[in-house]
């Protein structure tokens, strides 16, 4: 017989290995498909404050081989008081569907045998599709569920898809099909139920993501966000988690402080974690109805929010305005320049980020091989910058 540590945890990363030998990383790309590790599956499950007693009703959407449902389940097999569990878990995969459902039986074994309850349903339509239509939205149902625990797909929608259209009220522009999950799950969360969500970052601030985010957290609070900080960044996973965030929001209108986690990569124990308190307004910023999500990961981070908050105007209001450059390097390489220039050809400095040092704007020759010019003709108008004064910022200073 397994213990408890081993069968669970163990179990589901197997299964995703064995999944993902089955299948190529642009297929599984191409699906949205990101297995989430069983380390941050075991801290995401720890994320919810308190469980129910009794039933506890979980949605897992977009499930995979069911590493979170699993990660759940393992936190609740070691509970004393049996539960009656009942997992939901949807996935449109047929490759996954196998695995999902071996997870889900080993899930019921680890748990009948602790002496609590389980069933599962195993839903294989979209699952935005399938709810977005449903008469829920603003509506009270009785089978709504307590826990969501979620790592959703993640790629961008034209906003003529079915999808944005069934979902036309939380979207702008180019949606990505992971907010649409957030905002069905939320709406399928009972009042007070908690969600348990990692996904990128992209949500917490941005025109895109307004109406979503004046959707979403009219309805839930957040309670905790675990960023990802990479002091090392040394593999490229711990680089695609720093753009990731987990946030535990609950359904309900109450404010108070939010507790911020934040982690050196994949080391989510407790001493590896740094740990703070941050009222609810230093966290959603809404004076103008932006609603934009600011968490500051260290004291120092967390002055200068403070210092800009104590500026008597928002830089809008005197004028300013803040952009990111106009040049998308993939997009733009058919102007892009090398330093040789052909003096027949009209050309403007490209202003690179290694340009920007304290207090000076050093235009170099072609470096790191970034070209250093952009030609200037109609077809690059559209993002060339006119002649004029401008602060360049450098993030990584
Ligand atoms: C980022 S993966 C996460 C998998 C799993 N939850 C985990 O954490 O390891 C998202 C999953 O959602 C599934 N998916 C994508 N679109 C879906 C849809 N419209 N309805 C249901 N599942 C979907 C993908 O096949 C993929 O397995």
């Known amino acids: 017989m397994h213990t408890v540590d081993e069968t669970l945890l163990d179990f589901?990363?197997?299964?995703?290995r064995r999944h993902d030998a089955k299948s190529c990383l642009t297929e599984r790309k191409g699906k949205g498909h990101f297995g989430t590790p069983a380390e941050i599956a075991t801290f995401m499950a720890g994320m919810f404050p308190k469980l129910p007693t009794g039933t506890i009703r979980i949605l897992d959407p977009g499930a995979g081989v069911g590493t979170l449902s699993a990660a759940l389940c393992d936190r609740i097999a070691r509970l004393k008081q049996p539960r009656k569990v009942n997992v939901e878990a949807w996935e449109n995969d047929a490759g996954l569907l196998p695995f999902l459902a071996q997870t889900m039986s080993e899930c019921r074994d680890v748990l009948e045998s602790r002496g609590h309850e389980f069933w599962f349903t195993l839903r294989t339509d979209d699952f935005i599709l399938a709810n977005a239509h449903r008469p829920l939205f603003g509506k009270v149902s009785t089978d709504r569920f307590d826990l969501v625990i979620t790592n959703p797909p993640y790629f961008k929608l034209r906003k003529e898809t079915e999808h944005a259209?069934?979902?036309?009220?939380?979207?702008?522009?180019?949606?990505?099909?992971?907010?649409l999950f957030l905002a069905v799950s939320a709406d399928l969360l009972r009042d007070d139920g908690y969600l348990v969500a990692i996904t990128p970052r992209s949500y917490f601030s941005g025109p895109y993501f307004q109406r979503f985010r004046r959707w979403f957290f009219d309805r839930l609070t957040p309670r905790h966000i675990h960023l990802f900080e990479s002091r090392t960044a040394a593999f490229r996973d711990d680089a695609v988690l720093q753009e990731n965030v987990i946030l535990g929001a609950q359904k309900c209108s109450e404010r108070a402080d939010v507790t911020v986690t934040v982690s050196d990569g994949r080391d989510l124990s407790p001493s590896g974690l740094q740990r703070r308190a941050l009222s609810y307004s230093q966290v959603i910023d809404d004076p103008k109805g932006d609603c934009i999500v600011r968490v500051s990961g260290n004291d120092v981070d967390q002055q200068i929010v403070d210092a800009i908050d104590r500026l008597p105007t928002r830089f809008r209001d005197s004028g300013l305005e803040i952009s990111t450059g106009p040049v998308v390097h993939f997009r733009a390489t058919e102007f892009l320049l090398d330093d040789k220039i052909n003096s027949d050809m009209a050309s403007a400095p490209l202003l690179w980020m290694h340009n920007v040092r304290p207090f000076v704007t050093n235009f170099s020759a072609r470096r790191n091989g970034k070209e250093a010019h952009?030609?200037?003709?109609?077809?690059?108008?559209?993002?060339l910058l006119r002649a004029k004064r401008y602060v360049g910022v450098d993030p990584i200073v």
Not at 165 to 179: D, F, L, T
């Open 12 to 16: 589901v990363a197997a299964q995703q």
């Open 165 to 179: 259209r069934a979902m036309s009220h939380v979207v702008h522009g180019q949606p990505n099909i992971y907010a």
């Open 374 to 383: 952009i030609k200037v003709c109609e077809k690059s108008h559209s993002i």
